[in-house]
C-alpha cells in the first residue's frame, strides 16, 4: 500500500504586497481580490535527480514513474481536478514533460468571483511494477464510494473555510484511494508536496508570475503562479 507519508512536504502560501513588485504609489491603495482577472497556477517543472534504482549489468537503472495531482479550490466546491500520469524509462537527472496549466480562472460574467483557496497535491511514485492504465484507475477512483464521500467532505471544509490541515488530511486520503486502486505492489513516493494558495493577508495581489521550487534528493517539483489585473496592470504601464 502507497504510503504518501514517506518524503511529505506541506506549505502555504498567501498573496502578499511587496515593494519589489509594484511602485510605492500603488502600495497606499491595495485592491482586494475580487479585483483580479485571472489566475493561472502550473505544474511548471519535475526533475528526478535520484530515481532510486541503481544500474545492475546490463541494465541501465532506469524506473517507471507515477505523477499524480489532486486539485481542489472554493470555486470548485465539488469538482476535484485528479490527474494520474505513467512514465516509463526514467533516468536520473531526467526532467519529466509534465508543464502544463493545473488550475486556470478568468474573470467573465459567467465567472465573477475568483477563488479564495486554491489546494494542490502532488507525488512523484516510483514503481515497482509494470505501469497500469492510468486512465482506468482514474475512472474507478471516481466510482469509488470512499473516494466520492471524501470529495463531500472537501466541500464542506472549503465552505466552512476550515483549516488547511484539514484540508491535506483528506486530500491524502483521497490520495491512498488511487494509490490502493494501483495495487499492492511496492511503489514508493519519491516526493508528495501538499501547497496551499489563499487570498489571506495579501488578496491575491501580488501580480504576475511567482515561482514556487522545491526538492529533496530525489526530486525537484516546480509549482508556478499568475496573477492577472487588467486595470493595475494598465496602471502600472501607462
Do not use: C
Amino acid at each position: 500500500m502507497l504510503n504518501f507519508q514517506e518524503n511529505f512536504y506541506t506549505e502555504s502560501f498567501s498573496f502578499k504586497e511587496t515593494k519589489e513588485l509594484r511602485p510605492l504609489a500603488f502600495l497606499s491603495d491595495i485592491p482586494t481580490s475580487k479585483q483580479i482577472s485571472g489566475i493561472e497556477l502550473r505544474l511548471s517543472r519535475v526533475h528526478i535527480k535520484d530515481n532510486k534504482t541503481a544500474p545492475v549489468g546490463p541494465f541501465p537503472g532506469l524506473a517507471k514513474v507515477y505523477m499524480l495531482n489532486i486539485i481542489i479550490s472554493d470555486i470548485q466546491q465539488s469538482d476535484v481536478e485528479l490527474s494520474l500520469n505513467g512514465f516509463e524509462k526514467v533516468d536520473d537527472n531526467q526532467t519529466l514533460a509534465v508543464d502544463r496549466t493545473v488550475f486556470y480562472w478568468k474573470k467573465t460574467n459567467e465567472t465573477p468571483k475568483p477563488p479564495s483557496q486554491i489546494h494542490i497535491m502532488s507525488s512523484i511514485i516510483k514503481s515497482k511494477k509494470a505501469l497500469r492504465d492510468a486512465a482506468k484507475v482514474m475512472a474507478a477512483a471516481k466510482d469509488d464510494p470512499q473516494y466520492k464521500k471524501l470529495t463531500t467532505d472537501l466541500a464542506g471544509l472549503l465552505k466552512s473555510a476550515s483549516a488547511v490541515t484539514n484540508i491535506s488530511g483528506i486530500i491524502l486520503e483521497l490520495a491512498s484511494v488511487v494509490g490502493s486502486l494501483l495495487g499492492n505492489v511496492e511503489d514508493k513516493p519519491l516526493l508528495t508536496r501538499f501547497q496551499s494558495f489563499t487570498d489571506i493577508a495579501g488578496n491575491f495581489n501580488q501580480l504576475g508570475k511567482t515561482d514556487h521550487p522545491f526538492g529533496n534528493k530525489y526530486a525537484n517539483l516546480d509549482y508556478a503562479i499568475y496573477i492577472r489585473d487588467k486595470d493595475r496592470e494598465e496602471a502600472v504601464g501607462g
